[in-house]
């Protein structure tokens, strides 16, 4: 069951992206229309699976997060946030790599949109680019999201934060709100799998701006980890009373660190 029910949001998720995509091209005329196909995307999404896959999101600490320009650092476990934070924020904007512009029809859509390409592969020299771009959306009143690890991590993985998050809340002088999710249990990075369930996101206490670099980091992180790990105790303790329960490593690889 847990197959066939996995399988049918699948083909449903791919069949409705590619429909969008194709029938959303008119709103490359336009950032707003861009924005607005993104949140209608990501709902759809939402809405398949509970509908299809028996998985629902849930939003917890929704009253933390501040208004206006914003820092969002996340976790990052699974494509599902990615999505989800897309129906949360009205304009929002993501620190992703370049590369990700390069895929035919999504690419163009990012690139309308807004979003932070970063160059990896210029290492330290892409900061000041990043800088730029990223004090523009600021400016333009936009809550910049970043994965602070910089890709997709298995639950229950060793964490490895990257410098991009502290370097972003030194340069922007906004708050910064930590995001803690269990959902890589329920929409696993790399596998075909979708358990059915509860995933939750929740919105921690908002870090103001003001703190040294290093001290900032080790909060965020600290915050972050400890939220992540309370949930992914209560998300497996749930899928196992299911009959669904998930590996203790996903696949095997929890502290693999191999780009998405």
């Given at each position: 069951m847990?197959a066939?029910?996995?399988f049918?949001?699948?083909?449903c998720f791919?069949l ?10 008119p ?6 229309w ?6 209608f ?5 939402l809405w ?5 896959g ?16 914003l ?12 999505l989800a934070?897309?129906?949360?924020f009205?304009?929002?904007a993501?620190?992703?790599?370049r590369e990700l512009?390069?895929?035919p ?5 990012l690139?309308r ?7 990896r592969?210029?290492g330290s020299?892409?900061?000041p680019?990043?800088?730029a ?9 936009r ?11 298995a ?5 490895s ?5 502290s370097?972003l809340?030194v340069?922007?002088?906004v708050?910064?709100?930590?995001v803690?999710l269990?959902?890589?249990?329920y929409?696993p990075?790399?596998r075909?799998v979708?358990?059915?369930g509860t995933?939750v996101?929740e919105?921690?206490?908002?870090i ?5 670099r290093?001290e900032?980091l ?11 790990n309370a949930l992914?105790a209560?998300?497996?303790a749930d899928?196992?009373a299911?009959g ?6 996903d696949e095997g690889?929890a502290?693999s660190?191999?780009?998405?």
């Amino acid at each position: 069951m847990l197959a066939l029910r996995s399988f049918a949001f699948n083909l449903c998720f791919y069949l409705a992206t590619t429909l969008i995509a194709v029938g959303g091209l008119p709103t490359l005329a336009s950032q707003r229309w861009v924005m607005a196909l993104a949140r209608f995307w990501a709902r759809t999404t939402l809405w398949l699976l509970r509908v299809v896959g028996g998985t629902r999101v849930e939003f917890r600490g929704l009253h933390n997060i501040p208004p206006g320009p914003l820092l969002v650092g996340a976790k990052h476990q699974s494509a599902l946030e990615t999505l989800a934070l897309c129906t949360v924020f009205p304009e929002f904007a993501y620190i992703l790599k370049r590369e990700l512009l390069w895929i035919p029809l999504i690419g163009w859509f990012l690139s309308r949109s807004g979003m932070v390409a970063i160059d990896r592969a210029k290492g330290s020299r892409a900061m000041p680019l990043m800088n730029a771009a990223a004090t523009a959306a600021i400016g333009e009143g936009r809550q910049l999201i970043i994965f602070p690890e910089g890709t997709r991590r298995a639950p229950g993985a060793e964490p490895s934060y990257k410098q991009g998050l502290s370097h972003l809340y030194v340069a922007l002088r906004v708050p910064c709100l930590p995001v803690a999710l269990n959902t890589g249990l329920y929409w696993p990075r790399r596998r075909f799998v979708r358990r059915p369930g509860t995933a939750v996101i929740e919105f921690l206490a908002p870090i103001p701006p003001g703190l040294a670099r290093g001290e900032f980091l080790e909060l965020a992180e600290a915050r972050i980890e400890a939220a992540s790990n309370a949930l992914l105790a209560s998300g497996r303790a749930d899928l196992a009373a299911s009959g669904h329960p998930a590996p203790e490593a996903d696949e095997g690889r929890a502290g693999s660190s191999r780009p998405a």
